[in-house]
């Protein structure tokens, strides 16, 4: 932890909302980012990510260090999205590919990038859509486990520390939620190789 970060967490532990803010700006993306994947909603993720800064604003003061504040933050997110996911187990669940409500009209979500083809872009778009709704297909921890070392790119050191478990059962959990990913892939009957899926 820098300097300026200490300085921040303990003005944040004496309620000083301002320090809270300028502390916790750069972990906002990354929650969201979890959030999003966890649900796969972006208003949803919003949401989450506000619910997270507000768990993690109102715990703070009992925040010991015993971990980093990165591990500690995305602990409190990822406990947040399951309590969501758990709630929600018998509603619908909202694609992707959702429409986005603008004063424009409606627009549809997509990956922005200028080099490729529109050939080339629609297969990627298309992949990404096969794989996001094979992860969502995933039990709850399987899916945690995908997003959080495949999608999220932590280390398995950081993923024990978030999950408070030991490294071997998160590398078992890992490999167990790649298998069940490439089957759920190989099974839905798409045209691409499912052996990217490392």
């Known amino acids: 932890m820098s300097d300026n970060e200490r300085i921040l967490l303990e003005k944040s532990k004496k309620g000083d909302v301002e320090a809270f803010e300028q502390l916790i700006e750069s972990y906002q993306k990354k929650i969201f980012n979890i959030a999003f994947r966890m649900t796969g909603n972006y208003n949803d993720a919003g949401e989450l990510t506000q619910e997270v800064l507000v768990r993690v604003f109102r715990s703070i003061k009992s925040f010991r260090e015993e971990a980093s504040l990165s ?11 399951l309590d969501e996911l758990r709630k ?13 409500k603008t004063e424009d009209g409606e627009l549809r979500r997509q990956i ?21 709704a094979a992860v969502r297909q995933l039990p709850d921890e399987q899916r945690t486990m995908i997003i959080l070392r495949d999608i999220q790119g932590f280390s398995y050191d950081e993923i024990s520390r978030i999950l408070k478990c030991p490294q071997g ?14 089957d759920i892939l190989k099974n839905s009957g798409e045209l691409f190789n499912a052996s990217f899926v490392k």
């Open 71 to 81: 591990t500690w933050i995305y602990r409190i997110t990822t406990n947040t999205c």
């Open 112 to 132: 922005v990038d200028a080099a490729p083809s529109p050939e080339e872009l629609a297969e990627r778009n298309e992949i990404k859509r096969c794989v996001d």
């Open 88 to 100: 929600r187990k018998n509603k619908k669940v909202i694609s992707l590919e959702e429409e986005i």
């Open 169 to 182: 059962t998160v590398k078992s959990r890992i490999s167990r939620a790649r298998l069940a990913l490439r």
